[in-house]
């Protein structure tokens, strides 16, 4: 692309260097002669309540919270949550986790106000901050004639998000899209990553569980196409959505991810198909309910605990697992602490 848009300059020069494979990043220092002045991170609220962060709309307080607006707000909360020794947290959009009804402790990052996009329609190549919304790019993208991003309408996450996940639909996935992605790590270190260095597969990414944050992504799509051409294959994907997925009420999307094999017709096993020949669509904990319209969606009726979701993906897999021997795995990312122990420590995947 002619200017390339990136939020940290020095990651311009680590382009040119040999790629760096993650977790072997040398340390930059962060202005360590400059004091940390809480106006320049931004504000941040102690004891924030993180529900409304999320898009199951549960989950207690944060001990800190900031949506920093600036890389720079970033680098300064990185330095300031390092100097007082916090646990960190990312948050994108909050659509795909499950955070404890007792919150999280520490500093908790939501990187949504970091927002910015570019987009080439003569080479095809995007380069997003982690903060854009995933499907506002598939407007963007089918306006300038763009294909690749349709499928991506409807997934309410952040570019971010969309890269640690490697979030998919309809056949497409993240990893087949992205060129590279800028990295930094809690002490500052900044990386350029490529798609090998992530080593993706369903639904995750070697940066689940690592402790980088993903600062910006560039994407190859196919230029050249009919602009009405990509706009009518993506409000079709949105449509079909919206018929098949309880958008009408708070959830956080695939619940489960589908167990690998087959079943007895040689159909792919289907985590919701298996869910609802158990005839749990409709079962209700608390006030979570398993989707009547997708059994692999679970929604919020109304003040829902943590806990109560919680306990109906605990019933579910029990039920998956006596009726087929099948263990269902988890894709939302369960965080914090629950009665029966910290999940982040036992993440399912
Ligand atoms: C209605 C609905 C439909 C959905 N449909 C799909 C679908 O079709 N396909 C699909 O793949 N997913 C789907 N999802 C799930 C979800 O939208 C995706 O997993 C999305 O990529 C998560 O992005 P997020 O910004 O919300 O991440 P979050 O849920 O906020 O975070 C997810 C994980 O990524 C980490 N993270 C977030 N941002 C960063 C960052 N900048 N740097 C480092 N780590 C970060 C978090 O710490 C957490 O571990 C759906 C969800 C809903 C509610």
Known sequence: MGS????FPAAQAARSKPRLKVMVIPPIPIAPDIPVDPRSMGSVTAQAPLAKLTTLRVGGSADYLILPKTPQQLLFV????????????LLGAGSNLLISDQGLPGLVICTRALRHSEFDPITGQVIAAAGEPWSSLAWKAARQGLKGFEWTIGIPGT???AVVMNAGA????????LIETEVVSPNGAIAILKPEDLGFRYRTSKLQGS??????ATF??????????????????LKSRRETQPYHLPNCGSVFRNPPGFDATGQAHSAGR???????????????QISTLHANFIV???GAKASDVLALIRHTQSVIYHQHGIKLETEVKIIGDFDTGNFEAQSEG
Do not use: F, M, R
């Open 4 to 7: 390339k848009y990136c939020l």
């Open 78 to 89: 990185l330095n300031w949550g390092q100097e007082k020794g916090l646990p960190i947290t």
């Open 159 to 161: 570019v971010g998000g």
């Open 170 to 177: 309809h056949g497409g996935e993240t990893a087949d899209l």
């Open 211 to 216: 402790n980088l944050i993903v600062t910006t």
């Open 220 to 237: 190859q799509l196919s230029p050249g196409y009919d602009p009405a051409e990509i706009k009518a294959a993506t409000a079709t994907d």
């Open 274 to 288: 298996l869910i609802q020949q158990a005839g749990l669509k409709g079962y209700q904990i608390g006030q979570a």
């Open 300 to 302: 919020n009726l109304g």
